[in-house]
């Protein structure tokens, strides 16, 4: 009965998709000769069936234009059960954070932690610091106001303060960035996505994951300003807003503009005047910044008296040498396997180009995007990954120069599986079918709770890369690529959840 069950919903999946658009012509691929084991005819019948069904599925005359990338293998077998340009080069999307983080447990491992130090540069005497208080950062991405952290971070480092005797600091809050590269932004990244929180830049210092909220609410009146607010302060940006009231009925549309290096960020378009407010995500220019001002007003908030103002350790000429301050506190993040949830679940790109750095880090050697690329490529051709098959730009996969091929990723994924190091923090990180980071695809299918791949998603592109177990509980590993597409979206994600779901539904 549970064959019949299945077998019912991956014929539905894929009817759906098919009726969706008109009369597909169904393409029949190739015998496939790497194939091996499992000679009996029952099972060559359930893989030529399942190949017949996948064809049908990417032959809709609607995804013609578009280019697909697909690698099924058996997890227990090794076999190939479909494959259709698998060694093609396909732009990833975030598919490119399955890259990344492999690389990251394999040369940090699991329990690597990024530290925070606080020192001081000056005595201190009478409950007051004669000098600047420094912080020094290695890249920590996990100090987020949002959910309080940052808050109860900062104010346990103000006790700490109390502790050791400081109740007044006389002179600055400076943040030295000097553990990272000068580069905040990843290799390749386009100008016009720079305003958006996706596009925040990285460095050893970050707070918030280097973004803030702006909130626009209607003026009184059509014809009047648009009301402007963000959160949290401190973010150095200034907002130049045209943004107008409109007449009541309509619907809200605004533009955010900021040139790299800028400060200044444009808001244009209209909100109808009966409109509940909108919220906007935006990246903020100077990470580190950003972070010493926060920390400033959190330790002023807790009774520490600042005198000086908060200072990026490059922007001052007269910054204290760490090396000759005293340490007060030390920091440290949750571990790369907690790290790891909110990278993966939400595609959260910052924590990628984050760790794509401090993969590239070695003694002597400033933690930089070109030393991380390298290191990884190390790793991948260790595991059999051939060097064209995977070019690698940043971490997050925003970069439209990345590009790697499905075989590529289904080797890095099998290799994980694999190994008993990598594979149990890995696969918990990746979104779950019906659950975090997959909420709203595949309920209510076999592959509801079943599937665990990472999505991928940019302007003609979309990705899933992961593992599902079939039917008859037989582990499949599998990678979904599409380019260069022109119908919507959702259609294009439709298709390879009835390709998922009927993996879920495969027995042999």
């Known amino acids: 009965m549970r064959s019949r069950n299945n ?29 091996t084991g499992r000679p009996d005819a029952t099972t060559a019948r359930s893989v030529d069936a399942l190949r017949r069904d996948i064809d049908a599925a990417l032959a809709q005359p609607s995804l013609a234009r578009g280019y697909w990338g697909v ?14 340009n698998a060694g093609k080069l396909m732009l990833p999307a975030s598919n490119m954070k399955i890259v990344t983080l492999a690389a990251a447990a394999e040369k940090l491992g699991w329990d690597f932690t990024y530290e925070t130090t606080v020192l001081a540069a000056g005595p201190i005497s009478n409950g007051v610091l004669d000098g600047d208080l420094v912080v020094v950062g290695s890249g920590d991405p996990s100090l987020v106001a949002a959910d309080g952290m940052a808050d109860r971070v900062f104010g346990d480092w103000a006790q700490q303060l109390k502790q050791r005797g400081v109740r007044t600091v006389s002179g600055r809050v400076v ?22 929180d996706y596009s925040a830049g990285v460095g050893a210092l970050q707070y918030n994951e280097s973004a803030v909220r702006v909130t626009i609410a ?34 809200a549309s605004m533009s955010t503009r900021r040139l790299p290096g800028s400060m200044k960020l444009e808001l244009r378009g209209s909100i109808p005047v009966d409109a509940a407010p909108s919220a906007l995500n935006v990246s903020v220019d100077n990470p580190t910044q950003f972070f010493v001002s926060a920390l400033r007003t959190a330790l002023i908030a807790n009774g520490i008296d600042v005198r ?11 910054a204290p040498a760490a090396s000759r301050a005293t340490a007060l506190i030390s920091y440290r993040s949750p571990p790369l396997s907690t790290l790891a949830m ?14 794509l750095k401090t993969v590239g880090a070695a003694p002597g050697v400033i933690p930089a ?24 730009r940043d971490g997050s996969g925003l970069s439209r120069y990345d590009l790697v091929t499905p075989e ?18 890995f696969e918990r990180s990746l979104p779950i079918a019906g659950g975090e980071g997959l909420s709203s695809r595949m309920k209510g299918t076999p592959a509801e709770g079943n599937v665990r791949a990472k999505t991928g998603s940019m302007t003609g592109v979309r990705g899933l890369s992961g593992y599902v177990t079939a039917a008859d509980g037989e582990p499949l590993v599998f990678s979904i690529l599409a380019n260069n597409f022109e119908i919507p979206a959702a259609s294009v994600n439709q298709t390879t959840d009835a390709i998922v779901i009927r993996l879920a539904s495969f027995r042999r």
């Open 175 to 196: 943040g030295d960035d000097n553990g990272f590269e000068k580069e905040t932004l990843g290799f390749g990244w386009m100008w016009d996505d720079l305003p958006d």
């Open 408 to 425: 590529a990723l289904v080797t890095i994924l099998t290799h994980v599986d694999r190994d008993p190091r990598l594979k149990e923090p």
């Open 218 to 251: 209607p003026g009184p009146a059509a014809g009047d300003a648009a009301g402007i607010s963000i959160v949290p302060g401190g973010s150095g940006l200034t907002i130049v807003s045209a943004v107008g009231t409109a007449a009541a009925g309509g619907s």
């Open 342 to 355: 909110r990278l993966m679940k939400i595609s959260q790109n910052q924590y990628a180009e984050t760790l």
């Open 308 to 318: 000086g103002p908060a200072v990026d350790v490059d922007e001052v000429g007269d």
């Open 7 to 35: 077998a019912g919903w991956a014929v539905a999946a894929l009817v759906a998709t098919a009726a969706c658009h008109p009369s597909p012509t169904t393409v029949r691929l190739k015998p496939d000769t790497t194939v």
């Open 71 to 84: 690698l099924v293998k058996s997890l227990k077998t090794d076999e190939t059960l479909y494959a259709l």
């Open 369 to 392: 995007a070109a030393a991380g690329r390298g290191a990884a490529q190390a790793i991948f051709e260790r595991w059999g990954v051939k060097a064209d098959a995977l070019i690698q």
